[in-house]
């Protein structure tokens, strides 16, 4: 498998400072069959991170609102001291624990699982009110192209 031509990779969350929480970029999931949103953490400070995930019906964010749906999410919440992600309970959200640790939360999104009836088809990732002292970023990796090229469309165009 070549990741660069079977992946799409989309930046979501710039890393940066947690204090107030932050929506990063949608993007649509209209060319592929499921999409993975990888948080990582570097968690300062024991607030705990509030982790969600928004759907919306275009690119810049039309219509927002929250999934309604479970999804699976697996956690690593201490990345130091193992690599192994273990499976968390799916849902709609997940909040960290509050341990100064550096951490990645991964949340499988099927895009079936959207409103398609009412047109939503894209996604964003939502981080709740922590800490300065808390750091995050985000990827998204979309995959399972309808469309294998050796570049993917975009996900940040309609």
Known sequence: MNLAENVKIVEALSPAADAGGR???YVSLKN?????????????????????????K????????????????WV??????????????????????????HKIVIFQIDPATLDLAN??????VVT???NAANITEAL???????YQQATPPS???D
């Not at 592929?32 to 759907?55: E, M, P, R």
């Not at 047109?119 to 964003?124: L, P, S």
Request: overall charge negative; charged content about 15%.
């Open 128 to 130: 709740g009110a922590s």
């Open 155 to 157: 996900a940040i165009v």
């Open 76 to 101: 690593d919440l201490d990345c130091a001291a193992s690599d192994a992600l273990v499976r968390a309970t799916a849902a709609v959200n997940y909040t960290t624990d509050a341990g100064v640790k």
């Open 119 to 124: 047109e939503f088809d894209c996604i964003t």
């Open 140 to 146: 998204y990796y979309l995959v399972d192209h309808r």
């Open 58 to 73: 275009t690119v810049a964010g039309g219509s927002a609102k929250a999934i309604t749906v479970a999804v699976p999410i």
């Open 23 to 25: 929506t990063g970029a």
């Open 32 to 56: 592929c069959s499921k999409a993975f949103v990888v948080v990582h953490i570097t968690q300062g400070n024991a607030a705990t991170v509030l982790l969600s995930i928004n759907q919306a």
